[in-house]
Structures are given as structure tokens and as C-alpha cells.
């Protein structure tokens, strides 16, 4: 069982950055395929961004955020980051990093993951 952890939300001017980490208990992170989500107020979790297990080969992103945002993981470090570039105020949302190593389902799901985070707040101005 994994526990996560995000940090690095806060408040940021569009067009800047921001680089979120999610940090994980437990000694087989490196066996959880991860992935982002995010809330904006009164919707429902919509999916960001995902990488695979172990070495992190495959990388997958919502159209939203192709070429601005970066997944990745350091497996030493059980952290996974979302590094999120050239913010729009439309990226603003609560930020959750999600686990999972149960594949039956497809990987933008909310329910394909059964661990998650507490979420971290991102907010751009315009």
C-alpha cells in the first residue's frame, strides 16, 4: 500500500511556472503506474497527465496541457513531479496525484486508481 503526498501548489501570473511534487510512503512505489488529476471548483476531476511504473517509459497528457506540462518520477526519491509551464487561469484547480497497480482499466479514469492524495491548490491570475 502507497501513501501520497502533494506539495508545491500556490498562487501564480499566467504564462508562469510551477512544479508540483507528490511524495510516496512505502517501499514499492516504483511498482505504481501514477498520474495526475485536477478539480476545478464545481466540476469533476479531469485527467492530466499519467506514467508508467518502474522506469516511467510512457508518458501520457490531456490535449489541455500537451507541450506545457511534464511528468515524471524518481523512483529513489518515491516522488513523482508535474512540472506545469506557460499556466493559463484555466489550469487553475485542486492538483491530486493518484496510484495505481490495477491495469483493468484505462488510465484517464478516476476510477482506475485506488490510492490518491489530499490534493494541492493552484491558482493563476490573469
Known amino acids: 500500500q502507497v501513501r501520497l503526498a502533494e506539495s508545491g501548489g500556490g498562487l501564480v501570473q499566467a504564462g508562469g511556472s510551477l512544479r508540483l511534487s507528490c511524495a510516496a510512503s512505502g517501499r514499492t512505489f516504483s511498482s505504481y503506474a501514477m498520474a495526475w488529476f485536477r478539480q476545478a471548483s464545481g466540476e469533476d476531476h479531469s485527467f492530466v497527465a499519467r506514467i508508467s511504473a518502474n522506469g516511467g517509459d510512457i508518458t501520457s497528457y490531456a490535449d489541455s496541457v500537451k507541450g506545457r506540462f511534464t511528468i515524471s518520477r524518481d523512483n529513489a526519491r518515491n516522488t513523482v513531479y508535474l512540472q506545469m509551464n506557460s499556466l493559463k487561469p484555466e489550469d487553475t484547480a485542486v492538483y491530486y496525484c493518484?496510484?495505481?497497480?490495477?491495469?483493468?482499466?484505462?488510465?484517464?479514469?478516476?476510477?482506475?486508481?485506488?490510492?490518491w492524495g489530499q490534493g494541492t491548490q493552484v491558482t493563476v491570475s490573469t
Open positions: 493518484a496510484g495505481r497497480t490495477d491495469y483493468s482499466n484505462s488510465y484517464d479514469r478516476v476510477a482506475s486508481y485506488g490510492y
